[in-house]
């Protein structure tokens, strides 16, 4: 569908080295090779409706309140995807993006941060699993991770300068895959094992001391901007550009990974749009995070004209995502219900952009569903890395390239899977959608929820008990994935037996 009939339609037009992590380059490039530049744009805790491009079928109360001018261009000249999926949470996110994994499989089922320590508080029925709690690892033997070979590696292989700028979160902090240097990127821009950034201002050198002695929160490598009046989202994007001249500079076809502590905790202002919310009648906080939102929006627009000041701009693939949905203390992306950590829609769908440029339809809109892991492979195969084998065998993303060309060959209604077995400010849970029915499993005690998505995308009317054979059908398949993959199940303090998989 393009866009324009869509807005007709809603009413609206060495192991010392792995513990590095400065702003660096790791070594040296290989012979410039012709592929397109690929800039993932991606938001930590970006809601579906949570900017001025309706990602619904009508404008809502809070596409009217957020201002996202680049995001709209986006849409104006890419592909627009109502249906895009995350996991719940960050980490576990990040972490199928940079190996195509399902979170079952790879372990990474909640947030990273402190070595063999997990967020995870007391249960009163369950014990929470032994998970992947240290992250992702380059090297094999390294307690509690995943060994996995990451979408930057590929792309290094292939010939492609590969940069990250801002929130990596990978790996616990004294582990090696808390450094983006270690997995695969040849530039870091202040990513490390933190997940939210101790401060997003300058004048605080982006740190927490001025609130807490704890300083894993402190963003690294951006002593440049130290003591400066500048937001934090800003000077990650004036690094970004840098690192994009180079790369042109040096005829290095580049994979930028941009991405953004904005919106995540803490919520502060920034103040170059903080007083325009204010003067529409909100209040400190919502002004606040719609301020961050117009900040993130302005990078997108900042890096594009860079890459058309360049001239490259035409051969670059620009792609925008969020890694899960918008925090419990946001307003409610109606009609999504739940938030981020829930296995509701407002948890897990998130916007979703696309311009290839003689590739996507200008304006165009895709009803078809993805999920993160899909990222992994249809960006390998953008860049013309036909072979991925990961380590320890399945690949569980599938190319997206046939929705991008509106042509025939991706799997309709595929199913899809989300696994949280944690109690963290949440309870455990596995999902599977499958065409237009969701199915939830709740792990403490093994009641299900059924949702048929095209009828009610709110997820008010359980048809569970209506609809029993199509129940039974997605508990056996959820089921049998979960056992594939290896999944982690809590514990029942009662019987001391893992709960049990669905189906």
């Not at 402190?218 to 130290?226: K, Q, R």
């Not at 899909?374 to 991925?388: C, H, K, Q, R, S």
């Amino acid at each position: 569908m393009n866009r324009r009939d869509f807005l007709k339609r809603t009413g609206a037009l060495g192991i010392a080295a792995l513990f590095q992590a400065p702003i660096s380059v790791r070594r040296a490039d290989a012979a410039p090779v012709s592929r397109p530049n690929i800039l993932f744009f991606f938001v930590d805790d970006m809601g579906w409706q949570d900017t001025s491009e309706p990602f619904h079928t009508e404008v809502t109360d809070l596409n009217r309140r957020y201002y996202t001018p680049n995001m709209e261009r986006l849409a104006d000249e890419g592909m627009k995807f109502t249906q895009a999926y995350a996991s719940a949470v960050c980490s576990p996110s990040r972490v199928s993006l940079m190996t195509g994994l399902n979170a079952a499989r790879h372990g990474v089922t909640n947030w990273t941060l402190r070595k063999n320590k997990s967020p995870d508080p007391p249960h009163e029925t369950l014990t929470m699993p032994e998970w992947n709690l240290n992250g992702i690892s380059p090297v094999a033997g390294i307690e509690r991770t995943k060994h996995v070979k990451t979408l930057p590696m590929f792309l290094q292989e292939a010939g492609y300068r590969t940069i990250h700028a801002g929130k990596a979160h990978w790996g616990a902090q004294g582990t090696p895959g808390e450094d983006p240097l270690n997995l695969g990127f040849d530039v870091n821009i202040a990513g490390h094992a933190a997940g939210g950034p101790g401060s997003y201002y300058g004048k605080y050198n982006f740190s927490a001391s001025w609130r807490s002695p704890d300083r894993i929160w402190d963003v690294p490598g951006l002593e440049a901007y130290h003591g400066q009046d500048i937001y934090l989202t800003e000077a990650l994007t004036l690094e970004a550009n840098k690192a994009i001249d180079q790369a042109v500079a040096d005829n290095k076809p580049f994979y930028l990974y941009m991405s953004h502590y904005a919106i995540h905790a803490p919520w502060e202002k920034d103040a170059r749009y903080f007083q325009k919310y204010k003067d529409q009648g909100l209040d400190d906080w919502d002004a606040a995070y719609a301020s961050m939102i117009e900040g993130m929006d302005k990078s997108l627009g900042d890096l594009r004209a860079n890459l058309k000041r360049h001239g490259v701009e035409d051969d670059t693939i620009i792609i925008f995502m969020s890694d899960n949905g918008q925090p419990s203390q946001a307003d409610r992306n109606k009609p999504l219900r739940g938030h981020k950590l829930t296995p509701y829609e407002g948890g897990i769908r998130v916007p979703a952009l696309v311009k290839w440029p003689g590739v996507t339809e200008a304006g165009a809109v895709c009803d078809d569903y993805f999920i993160i892991e899909d990222i992994f492979p249809t960006i390998l195969e953008m860049g013309g890395v036909a072979n991925y084998d990961q380590i320890g065998g399945n690949v569980d993303g599938v190319s997206f390239i046939p929705l991008l060309k509106q042509e025939e060959g991706y799997p309709k209604d595929r199913a899809i899977f989300w696994h949280f077995p944690h109690s963290y400010n949440q309870y455990p849970y596995s999902v599977i959608r499958k065409g237009d029915w969701k199915l939830i499993y709740f792990h403490e005690d093994q009641h299900y929820e059924l949702y048929n998505l095209k009828n009610d995308i709110g997820e008010t009317d359980n048809l569970y008990s209506k609809q029993v054979q199509t129940a039974e059908r997605l508990s056996r398949e959820l089921g049998a994935f979960l056992r594939d993959a290896g999944a982690f199940m809590p514990i029942s303090k009662e019987t001391k037996n893992p709960v049990p998989f669905p189906g």
